[in-house]
């Protein structure tokens, strides 16, 4: 069964204090690995997409990579705008509807 | 418009109440997703419109729930006969095709009690 593990649930961080958050998957075929961003009352926003082993995507504070079984968010020097839930999310390989699969988050505060 | 639009975007239903909830997509946009996000939990599929086509419907959790996209754009939502475990958050999500970052909307939260 195809499977998303996010951890840790929560992290708190200090401003500019930089981290790592974990998506670790299980998944017959990968089509797709996506980070969103999501803050409260709002829907998640797109951050990024990832392919194969190997490859890395930045975005200002934010890269993401990806191995076979996981995948990384690493936030460098974060800001308080950074606080929001990171949602991690498989697109497996097979069926005609692009579906995610989405793990339950992490929760990142960050404070000045 | 620019975004995704969702609408209402508070719902209270006393439970048996049926209720429905819009969103529009995207202009142009051709997929259409509808997922259900309870408390602390990630977003859960729901049913997925291509066009006007409803292509797959296998995360509806019973068939009290029903979803049209008649005309390809705009998109409804209907759940009949609310129950307390319908109370939740549903999102919206378009994108032109194909894989990628679909754009969701701010969603819809929904409390039945």
């Known amino acids: 069964e195809d499977q998303v593990t996010q951890s840790p649930e929560a992290l708190r961080l200090q401003e500019g204090e930089s981290s790592s958050l974990n998506c670790s998957y299980t998944v017959s075929g990968l089509r797709g690995l996506f980070w969103y961003r999501q803050d409260p009352g709002k829907g998640p926003e797109f951050l990024f997409t990832?392919?194969?082993a190997g490859e890395e995507k930045e975005k200002e504070r934010l890269k993401a990579t990806l191995t076979k079984k996981e995948s990384f968010l690493h936030i460098t020097a974060p800001k308080p705008e950074d606080s929001a839930t990171y949602l991690c999310a498989l697109l497996p390989i097979g069926g005609a509807t692009n579906k995610l699969i989405f793990g339950t988050g992490t929760l990142l505060a960050v404070q000045p | 418009g620019a975004g995704v639009s969702q609408s209402p975007r508070y719902k209270v239903a006393k439970r048996g109440q049926d209720v429905a909830l819009r969103c529009d997509p995207i202009?142009?946009?051709?997929?259409l997703f509808w997922y259900q996000q309870a408390l602390g939990q990630g977003p859960e599929f729901l049913t997925y419109f291509q066009n006007e086509a409803q292509l797959d419907k296998s995360g509806l959790p019973s068939d009290r729930f029903f979803a049209e996209r008649p005309e390809g754009s705009v998109s409804t939502l209907k759940i009949q006969r609310t129950q307390q475990e319908d109370s939740a958050v549903y999102l919206c999500?378009?994108?032109?095709?194909?894989?990628?970052?679909?754009?969701f909307g701010s969603g819809t939260r929904l409390t039945v009690v």
């Open positions: 202009s142009g946009h051709v997929s």
């Open positions: 999500a378009s994108s032109l095709g194909g894989m990628g970052g679909y754009t």
């Open positions: 990832l392919y194969s």
